[in-house]
């Protein structure tokens, strides 16, 4: 006899399955639009090309997981064995409709395959689940919440998998047909019952079980983390959409401060706490965590644009209900150092920094809750164009006695212009950077200029707090002082500047006409100082023998991805050893700095960041830190200090190291060590 | 609760190098920054509070020249809903009392419950204006405000005395108070926000239009005026150190020891 598949054996009546089944669709499908009106309200302004990288994306974070696997081997495993089963009983039960109502092909050798498949699937999804019950609850991996959702949602699963299999073993039991054994779990199972008419009456009843349970998980889906099936492989795809640009201007009142593709990686999170692990706030014990404020923007957004929201009384209880939960503070944004480590670790690309932004150009457009020293910060930047009460006079002081030429004291030009930023250009410590990289640029002989007290601010402040009418208003500032000046060839002492100049401005300049496009090309000065080390320009005569260590900064490292620059520079000084700290490159720890934190009140925890990265530092053994940031370098001389490590590390930024190298002065028992 | 607020644009000075003309009659104003006076920006926030809770109209007025409106504008953006520029053509030489005609004769027409002002400006700093204007208006008025109530009919008011004392005093409405610093957080005013209100119409006056001659502001109409303006002398004692930092707490430390401070 060939194998076939019999469909509702001894199951009646069918009808009644057929509208449970409709029931569930129509329950999910309320959730799906649910979800679906909120991301729509999300603003949006640009055209969504079909993108084959976005397809290429989905394929490997989607289906192998890609993203999952990275540093948790073990997570990507159990993952893949809950989403491929998953999906492959998903197909399956797809098939059996097909074979039921449209081509009768689950038959023969076939068949077989088919049922042994089958059969293995179910494993990989019971093995997952239980592996993920032993992380979550036996193993404590710290980052895992245990909520009565996350137990919920793997229970509910199991018990779908496991009714599958009774219902299975009973119905083998009963049928007895002889190629049972290649459903190798059911024919198992059904060895347990000995008599075929007992399996036989329990089997509808347990059919009914499975089916509810089933069909039961279909419409949950979109009410629970499970959601993450249909959110993630879309947040995956949107991830290489370019930026979108939305200027002031052209900002309505009602809209929406999230993005739609923000909205959707909100959704997509599955709270699985990677960016928790990495946040260098939650890490030095502030009361801030990444996940938190996803979780808290995705509550609000949904309870905003609920479609139920169309019967207020249901709004009314649902707010009452919120108010009395304890939630997530708001006021706790400014804790976010845009260092963007957790968008590196997140498996669907939640990138918090940017939501993060958002939100905050809602509580600036509001006013009424800017903390009070961003508060003085942002007035400063808008009058003064630094963003301390300083006339703009003082911004060129630190070169007073270089001869640096001014740019904006000629008609045009002449070599590179050198944008030193607002921090190196006022804070005493920082000057010392922009002093050593114009001594550099002068010893290397190479024809340069600054924009004196002229130079603006490039927005970068304003832009992290959300100030966005302030960032657009600099960057015209900047772009037109380009302009007037033709200077096509920019290099900065702040990776903040580098990043605002080289991934902020492009979006806005291209919603202008072509000819009034900003016209530059912007370079950090490691980058520079790499060229010039490769072209042997920059060559260092004296060894000097010391053990140094770098420290990335988040916005020229994870944002820019510059991480050998820096290293090859230092290497290629004589005599000089360069260890790594524990975190380095795309895994670097933040000093703290950033995102507009300096300009604020004090937000520290009992430790700073800068303090635990200044010990994995001392804890290397190297005698210097290095560091390409201003802002890094304010920091971490801080911690050098408040730590008590002033004898044993000094802190340097790669000019002052540079130059350092470079003054050293000639010994002749030295170069023969190097000879030999 | 309708209120007026009458605020003003000054140079910013904490850090500014103020140079004097040579005559001696004007500071030179092209390297300062304007703003709106500190005091005023705490009237409007304090403004805007009350219309929040209590509904109303909040009217803004200035005098000065066509960039002053951009105070306007930020107290708009704040959230007042009107906002009226008196040209200051003919007050060049005016002192507090035509300047407090010139707002008289511009908000007397205006309905309103409370006048504020900021208790004075930062750059003259006469602290006369708000109370010569109450009196013009013949409305009961307080000084140095710090906190306001809102009764029926009534208001009651905390003022700032020496010494860290405050006085409480019941007023009637209509009312004229001069706001001081600290009542309130004034909220902080994006381009977003000033984007906002870019449409709404600034009512534009003069002292033709409100019927004033030159018998009552200007140089004529003061009975103050400016004789010569000059920075202060460098006072004996004071020495300004030179040389790089280490050699200036070198010579601090000096000082310090030779006058005794230090055994
Ligand atoms: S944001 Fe990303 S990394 Fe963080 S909990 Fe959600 S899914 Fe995980
Ligand atoms: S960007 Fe950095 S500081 Fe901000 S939430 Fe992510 S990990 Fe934390």
């Given at each position: 006899m060939t194998p076939f598949r019999t469909s509702y054996w001894h199951i009646e009546p069918v009808w009644v399955f057929y509208l449970l089944a409709a029931v569930a669709v129509v329950v999910f499908l309320f959730g799906l639009f649910a979800h679906v009106s909120v991301w729509v309200r999300g603003i949006r302004r640009q055209t969504l090309p079909f993108s084959w990288r976005g397809i290429s994306n989905l394929f490997l974070d989607g289906f192998l997981g890609r993203r999952i696997f990275k540093g948790d081997i073990a997570a990507g495993t159990m993952h893949l064995l809950i989403l491929w089963g998953f999906l492959g009983l998903f197909v399956g039960t797809v098939l059996i409709s097909v074979d039921y109502w449209v081509y009768h092909f689950l038959k023969g050798a076939f068949y077989i395959w088919y049922s042994a498949g089958l059969e293995i699937l179910g494993l990989m999804l019971t093995a997952g689940l239980i592996w993920s019950l032993i992380r979550r609850y036996l193993q404590r991996v710290p980052r895992l919440e245990r909520r009565f959702e996350d137990l919920a949602v793997v229970v509910f699963l199991l018990l779908v998998v496991l009714s599958g299999f009774a219902v299975e073993g009973l119905r083998l039991a009963a049928q007895r047909q002889e190629w049972a054994r290649w459903s190798f779990v059911g024919h198992w199972l059904s060895l347990l019952w000995v008599h075929p008419q007992g399996a036989l009456a329990a089997y509808p009843y347990l059919w009914w079980v499975h089916a509810f349970l089933s069909l039961g998980l279909i419409a949950f889906i979109p009410y629970c983390k499970l959601f993450h099936i249909l959110?993630?492989?879309?947040?995956?795809?949107?991830?290489?959409?370019?930026?979108?640009?939305?200027p002031v201007e052209t900002r309505s009142p009602d809209d929406e401060v999230f993005s739609y593709r923000d909205m959707i990686f909100f959704d997509a999170c599955t709270r699985c706490g990677r960016c928790v692990e990495v946040c260098p706030s939650t890490g030095a014990g502030e009361p801030f965590s990444p996940r938190d404020f996803i979780v808290w923007a995705r509550e609000n957004l949904l309870r905003k644009y609920h479609p139920l929201n169309y019967f207020t009384w249901l709004t009314r209880w649902a707010n009452h209900r919120h108010t009395s939960e304890q939630g997530f503070d708001p006021q706790k944004i400014w804790h976010c150092t845009t260092c963007r480590a957790c968008l590196d670790v997140c498996p669907v690309y939640v990138a918090t920094q940017d939501a993060i932004r958002q939100a905050r150009s809602k509580i600036i457009e509001e006013g009424i809750q800017v903390p009070s020293l961003l508060t003085q910060t942002l007035k400063n930047l808008y009058k003064y164009d630094n963003p301390w009460e300083?006339?703009?006079?003082?911004?060129?002081?630190?070169?007073?006695?270089?001869?640096?030429?001014?740019?904006?004291?000629?008609?045009?030009?002449?070599?590179?212009?050198?944008?030193?930023?607002?921090?190196?250009?006022?804070?005493?410590?920082?000057?010392?950077?922009?002093?050593?990289?114009?001594?550099?640029?002068?010893?290397?002989?190479?024809?340069?200029?600054?924009?004196?007290?002229?130079?603006?601010?490039?927005?970068?402040?304003?832009?992290?707090?959300?100030?966005?009418?302030?960032?657009?208003?600099?960057?015209?500032?900047?772009?037109?002082?380009?302009?007037?000046?033709?200077?096509?060839?920019?290099?900065?002492?702040?990776?903040?500047?580098?990043?605002?100049?080289?991934?902020?401005?492009?979006?806005?300049?291209?919603?202008?006409?072509?000819?009034?496009?900003?016209?530059?090309?912007?370079?950090?000065?490691?980058?520079?100082?790499?060229?010039?080390?490769?072209?042997?320009?920059?060559?260092?005569?004296?060894?000097?023998?010391?053990?140094?260590?770098?420290?990335?900064?988040?916005?020229?490292?994870?944002?820019?991805?510059?991480?050998?620059?820096?290293?090859?520079?230092?290497?290629?000084?004589?005599?000089?050893?360069?260890?790594?700290?524990?975190?380095?490159?795309?895994?670097?720890?933040?000093?703290?700095?950033?995102?507009?934190?300096?300009?604020?009140?004090?937000?520290?925890?009992?430790?700073?960041?800068?303090?635990i990265r200044i010990r994995e530092a001392e804890a290397t053994g190297a005698e210097i830190l290095i560091t390409a940031c201003p802002l890094c370098l304010i920091m971490l001389e801080d911690a050098r200090k408040t730590t008590s490590l002033e004898h044993t590390l000094q802190v340097m930024d790669l000019n002052e190291f540079v130059q350092m190298a470079l003054s050293l002065e000639h010994i002749p028992g030295e170069q023969s060590v190097r000879r030999r | 609760m309708n209120i007026v607020v009458c605020v003003k644009q000054v140079p910013e000075v904490t850090d500014a190098e103020l140079e004097i003309n040579r005559e001696g009659t004007e500071i030179l104003k092209e390297d300062l920054e304007f703003d709106i006076n500190e005091w005023d920006n705490y009237a409007v926030e304090e403004a805007v509070l009350i219309k929040e809770a209590h509904g109303g109209k909040v009217t803004v007025v200035t005098l000065g020249d066509e960039d002053c409106e951009d105070v306007l504008r930020t107290a708009l953006a704040m959230g007042a809903d009107e906002a009226i520029r008196i040209d200051e053509q003919g007050f060049e030489f005016s002192d507090a009392a035509?300047?407090?005609?010139?707002?008289?004769?511009?908000?007397?027409?205006?309905?309103?419950?409370?006048?504020?002002?900021?208790?004075?400006?930062?750059?003259?700093?006469?602290?006369?204006?708000?109370?010569?204007?109450?009196?013009?208006?013949?409305?009961?008025?307080?000084?140095?405000?710090?906190?306001?109530?809102?009764?029926?009919?009534?208001?009651?008011?905390?003022?700032?005395?020496?010494?860290?004392?405050?006085?409480?005093?019941?007023?009637?409405?209509?009312?004229?108070?001069?706001?001081?610093?600290?009542?309130?957080?004034?909220?902080?005013?994006?381009?977003?926000?000033?984007?906002k209100v870019r449409r709404i119409?600034?009512?534009?006056?003069?002292?033709?239009?409100?019927?004033?001659?030159?018998?009552?502001?200007?140089?004529?109409?003061?009975?103050?005026?400016?004789?010569?303006?000059?920075?202060?002398?460098?006072?004996?004692?004071?020495?300004?150190?030179?040389?790089?930092?280490?050699?200036?707490?070198?010579?601090?430390?000096?000082i310090i020891r030779d006058k005794g401070g230090v055994m």
């Amino acid at each position: 006899m060939t194998p076939f598949r019999t469909s509702y054996w001894h199951i009646e009546p069918v009808w009644v399955f057929y509208l449970l089944a409709a029931v569930a669709v129509v329950v999910f499908l309320f959730g799906l639009f649910a979800h679906v009106s909120v991301w729509v309200r999300g603003i949006r302004r640009q055209t969504l090309p079909f993108s084959w990288r976005g397809i290429s994306n989905l394929f490997l974070d989607g289906f192998l997981g890609r993203r999952i696997f990275k540093g948790d081997i073990a997570a990507g495993t159990m993952h893949l064995l809950i989403l491929w089963g998953f999906l492959g009983l998903f197909v399956g039960t797809v098939l059996i409709s097909v074979d039921y109502w449209v081509y009768h092909f689950l038959k023969g050798a076939f068949y077989i395959w088919y049922s042994a498949g089958l059969e293995i699937l179910g494993l990989m999804l019971t093995a997952g689940l239980i592996w993920s019950l032993i992380r979550r609850y036996l193993q404590r991996v710290p980052r895992l919440e245990r909520r009565f959702e996350d137990l919920a949602v793997v229970v509910f699963l199991l018990l779908v998998v496991l009714s599958g299999f009774a219902v299975e073993g009973l119905r083998l039991a009963a049928q007895r047909q002889e190629w049972a054994r290649w459903s190798f779990v059911g024919h198992w199972l059904s060895l347990l019952w000995v008599h075929p008419q007992g399996a036989l009456a329990a089997y509808p009843y347990l059919w009914w079980v499975h089916a509810f349970l089933s069909l039961g998980l279909i419409a949950f889906i979109p009410y629970c983390k499970l959601f993450h099936i249909l959110a993630a492989p879309t947040s995956i795809y949107l991830e290489n959409q370019p930026p979108q640009a939305i200027p002031v201007e052209t900002r309505s009142p009602d809209d929406e401060v999230f993005s739609y593709r923000d909205m959707i990686f909100f959704d997509a999170c599955t709270r699985c706490g990677r960016c928790v692990e990495v946040c260098p706030s939650t890490g030095a014990g502030e009361p801030f965590s990444p996940r938190d404020f996803i979780v808290w923007a995705r509550e609000n957004l949904l309870r905003k644009y609920h479609p139920l929201n169309y019967f207020t009384w249901l709004t009314r209880w649902a707010n009452h209900r919120h108010t009395s939960e304890q939630g997530f503070d708001p006021q706790k944004i400014w804790h976010c150092t845009t260092c963007r480590a957790c968008l590196d670790v997140c498996p669907v690309y939640v990138a918090t920094q940017d939501a993060i932004r958002q939100a905050r150009s809602k509580i600036i457009e509001e006013g009424i809750q800017v903390p009070s020293l961003l508060t003085q910060t942002l007035k400063n930047l808008y009058k003064y164009d630094n963003p301390w009460e300083a006339t703009k006079k003082k911004r060129a002081q630190w070169s007073q006695d270089l001869e640096i030429p001014d740019f904006s004291e000629t008609e045009e030009a002449e070599g590179l212009c050198y944008f030193v930023g607002c921090t190196t250009s006022m804070d005493i410590r920082a000057q010392k950077l922009a002093r050593s990289f114009a001594w550099i640029l002068k010893h290397v002989q190479i024809p340069f200029g600054t924009l004196g007290k002229r130079e603006p601010c490039c927005g970068d402040i304003a832009r992290r707090a959300g100030e966005d009418g302030l960032f657009e208003k600099q960057m015209e500032d900047c772009v037109e002082l380009f302009d007037r000046y033709r200077i096509r060839e920019v290099v900065t002492s702040s990776p903040h500047c580098f990043n605002t100049l080289q991934n902020e401005y492009p979006a806005f300049q291209a919603l202008k006409p072509p000819e009034e496009q900003a016209n530059f090309q912007v370079r950090h000065y490691t980058q520079l100082l790499r060229e010039l080390v490769k072209v042997g320009s920059l060559w260092f005569e004296n060894p000097l023998h010391v053990t140094v260590t770098y420290h990335d900064p988040c916005y020229l490292g994870r944002y820019n991805q510059v991480f050998d620059a820096p290293r090859e520079v230092i290497t290629a000084i004589p005599g000089v050893t360069l260890v790594e700290m524990a975190h380095n490159r795309a895994n670097s720890l933040c000093c703290g700095g950033g995102g507009d934190r300096v300009w604020q009140e004090n937000l520290d925890a009992d430790v700073k960041m800068a303090e635990i990265r200044i010990r994995e530092a001392e804890a290397t053994g190297a005698e210097i830190l290095i560091t390409a940031c201003p802002l890094c370098l304010i920091m971490l001389e801080d911690a050098r200090k408040t730590t008590s490590l002033e004898h044993t590390l000094q802190v340097m930024d790669l000019n002052e190291f540079v130059q350092m190298a470079l003054s050293l002065e000639h010994i002749p028992g030295e170069q023969s060590v190097r000879r030999r | 609760m309708n209120i007026v607020v009458c605020v003003k644009q000054v140079p910013e000075v904490t850090d500014a190098e103020l140079e004097i003309n040579r005559e001696g009659t004007e500071i030179l104003k092209e390297d300062l920054e304007f703003d709106i006076n500190e005091w005023d920006n705490y009237a409007v926030e304090e403004a805007v509070l009350i219309k929040e809770a209590h509904g109303g109209k909040v009217t803004v007025v200035t005098l000065g020249d066509e960039d002053c409106e951009d105070v306007l504008r930020t107290a708009l953006a704040m959230g007042a809903d009107e906002a009226i520029r008196i040209d200051e053509q003919g007050f060049e030489f005016s002192d507090a009392a035509g300047i407090a005609q010139g707002l008289y004769h511009a908000v007397r027409d205006v309905p309103f419950d409370l006048l504020l002002t900021g208790a004075q400006g930062s750059d003259d700093g006469w602290a006369q204006v708000g109370l010569t204007l109450a009196e013009l208006l013949g409305i009961s008025y307080a000084s140095l405000v710090v906190g306001v109530e809102i009764g029926e009919g009534t208001i009651t008011v905390h003022r700032e005395l020496e010494s860290n004392t405050q006085e409480k005093v019941e007023m009637p409405l209509p009312a004229a108070l001069t706001i001081q610093t600290g009542i309130n957080n004034p909220r902080y005013v994006s381009i977003m926000g000033i984007q906002k209100v870019r449409r709404i119409e600034i009512k534009e006056t003069g002292s033709k239009e409100l019927g004033l001659s030159e018998a009552e502001i200007g140089s004529q109409g003061s009975s103050v005026a400016s004789q010569k303006l000059s920075l202060p002398p460098v006072g004996e004692g004071a020495e300004i150190l030179t040389g790089s930092l280490d050699e200036i707490c070198e010579k601090t430390a000096q000082i310090i020891r030779d006058k005794g401070g230090v055994m």
